[in-house]
């Protein structure tokens, strides 16, 4: 028998590339293109899940290296996994760790087998492999787990590019080999009737695009059940970005999910849905929150500028967040000038709106001339 | 034409002196015995008013020393009160700003006039006066303000505790005919149908029964809309606490609210209820919460504590709360190990929603015996 662990219905294609489909998970379909707010430590920062899900959060991340140290994955494992941990039931994706350990921890060694680093906790030694990494993400139990890469730095000339991505490749084919035996020791296996997780490869290559393509071939080869675009938003020209994510898009499968990693800016990732990226997550809109920045229809609102100090209008005119909807920019600015905790939590929770407004409006468009989207929408 | 601030409707009394009552204020109509949480700067911390109104809090409080010094009281005048400037559509209650002044500010020098202090933000000067605490009280424009008062710090000789009196018995009547020159002036007079704001006298005296007694019968005589029983929880035994109360609550009119400042733990509200006491506020239930204290049916819980680590039970089995219906202690206890601003927010909730249970529970048992309140209770 063959385990489920992800189906994907495209529902409407434009001539832009830019498509609109449904990723049936085991714990959620999620509707796509999709764009996924990052609980990092298991909490999308400031914001509970009931309120998540009424803005229609529908995935969710966590981070395999924060969710490792702390609580660590055998505890989650024994409690059923990261769904039942954090009182989630819909869809989740836990990155590779691998990012979090080339940017957060101190003294790393890499070599072959895998990397060796302390912890920026509490400077414990930890070693992760691709197996091991595979280990975490079965015992977190999200619906989609991520291969074990290693996220080249920029800039990174070609000869540096070419080794990390042959470590990146190496390391894809461990994942896959480990998962595919071990993918039915998912804690919540049972329950949902012996589907399972799925895993994405990750296309690395600097920002040459020959490695880009040829990365992207070898992994396709390997055969994912969807494939990720990472090592961008690393410091390079929006250009750049673009450049990458055109040369890649192409070489991908048509009928599995496409995964542009840690972008973007509003603009940002309307611009890549409308060029075929299925899949967006990004820190920004709760991080942004937190330091007072909104994006709005009105562009963007520093909210600890003096001149709100007595503007009652609301955040976003053209928003009917429920942020939008009560507050007003006034107060928006007193909360986070007098220290107040409700700053952030409401600040992010209209960036996340604003966020999922733009998604939604991309794939409305997508659907207009097609009856079974529309028919969808309905009953959605 | 007379203006109405304020009607207070008993609707049960029971033997031990405990009643049930509404309390008709111009923003809504409040069950007695109430709980009221405390928003110092304008904001429950970490709670929003939609979940403080899904809880059920009717009443909240905001700290006159707090919105004065930050974002200033002319500022919310002009954009038309406290209630409008926090989207917070139901009751509001404003301290006098006294008790802030004597426990934040810095170098403060106290006349027969007023107080004179820096403050703890910037230390910048200020001089609070009764007539000054009034028109800040007046621009915030809460549904109930509280006369300037000294509250007398603990413990305090009699000399000290008389001399302190004297202060709030001449502070109350400066306060109160400032007041009464000035209510109509609160920003919403208009909207509200001329109703308007009504003045609580402050019950001081130190920890002595005649000086509690002298000043009760004198603040009955002005004639104010309410009494509250302030200088309590000020580090005093519990006892001593209990025999001011119930010193003081047999000279106060039964027509009128009362109201014990700042207490307490859940078993002390529980029991001031049943004397007869129908409001209380107390920063106890959101502070604690923030430390990982929740308060359950089991006692209290130190959510940080490694035994919670693997506990998927709900914060209290015996709450059903948003927070307990959906969480387990594991997840919590997780959340404050990782300093997840959600920790603070989902505890207060719960403990908001405890001390709330509390209330329903003493004005349920109430009415057992009483169809009005019966019939009341049906259409709430």
Redesign the interface.
């Given at each position: 028998m063959s385990l489920v662990g992800l189906n994907f219905n495209l529902i409407a294609e434009a001539e832009s590339g830019a498509r609109r489909g449904q990723i049936e998970l085991p714990h959620h379909t999620v509707q796509s293109p999709a764009f996924m707010p990052v609980g990092t430590?298991?909490?999308v920062?400031?914001?509970?899940?009931?309120v998540l899900e009424s803005l229609g959060a529908e995935i969710i991340l966590g981070n395999t290296y924060?969710l490792y140290l702390?609580?660590g994955h055998e505890?989650i494992r024994?409690?059923?996994g990261l769904h039942?941990?954090?009182?989630w039931p819909r869809a989740l994706l836990t990155d590779s760790g691998g990012f979090q350990v080339f940017s957060l921890s101190q003294l790393r060694k890499v070599s072959d087998d895998g990397v060796q680093f302390r912890s920026h906790l509490d400077g414990s030694s930890h070693f992760f492999t691709p197996e091991h990494s595979m280990d975490v993400q079965i015992a977190l139990g999200a619906d989609i787990a991520m291969a074990f890469d290693e996220c080249t730095e920029y800039p990174a000339d070609r000869a540096r590019a070419t080794e990390s991505l042959r470590l990146t490749m190496a390391w894809a084919r461990r994942s896959l080999d480990y998962f595919r035996a071990h993918r039915n020791e998912v804690p919540w296996y049972e329950e949902q009737g012996a589907s399972t997780q799925s895993l994405f490869g990750i296309v690395q290559g600097g920002m040459y695009a020959d490695l880009r393509r040829e990365c992207a071939q070898r992994l396709v080869e390997m055969d994912f059940d969807g494939y990720a675009i990472g090592g961008l938003s690393v410091g390079e020209p929006r250009e750049l970005t673009l450049e990458m994510i055109s040369e890649v898009l192409p070489l991908l499968p048509n009928d599995k999910p496409r995964y542009v990693m840690g972008v973007g800016y509003p603009d940002e990732i309307e611009l890549y849905a409308k060029k075929g990226v299925d899949m967006m997550d990004c820190v920004l809109p709760t991080r942004a929150a937190r330091h007072g920045l909104l994006f709005t229809s009105e562009g963007r609102v520093n909210i600890k500028n003096r001149r709100y100090?007595?503007d009652?209008g609301p955040p976003d005119p053209a928003c009917d967040c429920?942020v939008c909807r009560?507050?007003?920019r006034?107060?928006l600015r007193?909360?986070i000038?007098?220290g107040?905790?409700?700053s952030?939590?409401?600040n992010s929770i209209h960036n996340l709106a604003y966020y999922f407004g733009i998604m939604r409006r991309v794939r409305s468009e997508l659907s207009v001339h097609d009856a079974t989207a529309q028919a969808e929408m309905r009953t959605s």
């Open positions: 430590a298991g909490s920062k400031a914001v509970a899940q009931d924060h702390r609580p505890p024994r409690m059923g039942r941990f954090i009182a100090a007595e009652q429920m009560r507050y007003s006034a107060y007193h909360l000038q007098a107040e905790p409700l952030g939590t409401l």
